[in-house]
């Protein structure tokens, strides 16, 4: 999120893609996609966030009160960017060791 909190979202740019493909192509590379299933839900809350209870949960004994979450959820604004984080920290791990 911005200083505004606004949700800021990192995408590749075309010309990036344009670069890797042409790159690939011309050294004869193979390119592979993956797609990580529960991505958002991977990433660390930095953190409080406080949600209410979903329908279907609702706690006889404590019917107003709000959940404290311990983990990422879809639907939170913050979880792109957790995700992303998380992401980038393995991906300078992963290349820190290899030098």
């Given at each position: 999120?911005?200083?505004?909190?606004k949700v800021v979202r990192k995408n590749?740019?075309?010309?990036?893609?344009h670069i890797l493909l042409s790159f690939a192509t011309h050294y004869?590379?193979?390119?592979?996609?993956?797609?990580?299933?529960?991505?958002?839900l991977n990433g660390?809350?930095?953190?409080?966030?406080f949600v209410k209870q979903p329908p279907?949960?609702?706690?006889?004994?404590?019917p107003n009160h709000v959940l404290k979450l311990k983990m990422e959820l879809y639907g939170l604004k913050q979880a792109p960017h957790a995700w992303y984080e998380k992401l980038?920290?393995?991906?300078?791990?992963?290349f820190k060791e290899e030098k």
């Open positions: 999120m911005d200083k505004n909190g590749a740019k075309l010309e990036a893609i004869k590379k193979r390119l592979h996609q993956m797609d990580v299933k529960c991505a958002f660390i809350i930095n953190e409080e966030v279907g949960f609702k706690s006889d004994a404590f980038t920290s393995f991906f300078m791990m992963v």
